[in-house]
């Protein structure tokens, strides 16, 4: 086994990347958001935003089945309750997040985490009309979201692999 690439059977076999500067420092979200939008909105948020993740260009990542697709959205959800200002739902329900190590299995380049801000920019674009986030807050969430996924990058472009 290969102690720097710990997930051989990685698609494509394509080292892992770790981006240089570590997990950024980015601002939290304020706890307005999820006073406005509670458990019951982060959830269908992200239910809209998986369903849109499934009709993707980066579909291949996500479970095939709605009831799968909507228990990975469950989970995301509980993530974002506690990123939002809630409680700390995704601890409680399943550990620690380990966010970048959970998404070590899938090759995400920079396109993969393009489409998949576009998809979530789509569904923030909609969020305070549809699941009550106060929009006055859309650019916090948007700036940490942006942020924050770089750090989940664990792929370089195919022809920087080598």
Same mark, same amino acid.
């Given at each position: ?42 959830? @269908? ?66 396109? @993969? ?50």
């Amino acid at each position: 086994m290969d102690i720097l690439n710990a997930y051989p059977d990685r698609p494509g076999n394509r080292p892992i990347y770790t981006p240089p500067n570590g997990p950024p420092q980015t601002d939290r979200v304020p706890p307005a958001v999820y006073e406005a939008m509670r458990e019951d909105n982060i959830t @269908a948020y992200f239910h809209a935003f998986y369903k849109r993740l499934s009709q993707s260009s980066i579909a291949h990542m996500f479970p095939k089945s709605e009831k799968n697709l909507l228990r990975a959205a469950d989970k995301s959800a509980a993530m974002f309750t506690f990123l939002f200002g809630g409680p700390h739902l995704y601890q409680q329900r399943y550990g620690r997040p380990m966010m970048r190590a959970r998404h070590l299995p899938f090759i995400i380049d920079e396109p @993969a985490r393009q489409e998949w801000l576009r998809c979530f920019k789509e569904t923030l674009d909609e969020a305070p009309e549809k699941y009550a986030m106060p929009a006055e807050h859309t650019q916090s969430v948007w700036k940490f979201v942006y942020d924050f996924s770089s750090w989940i990058v664990n792929a370089l472009p195919e022809s920087e692999d080598s």
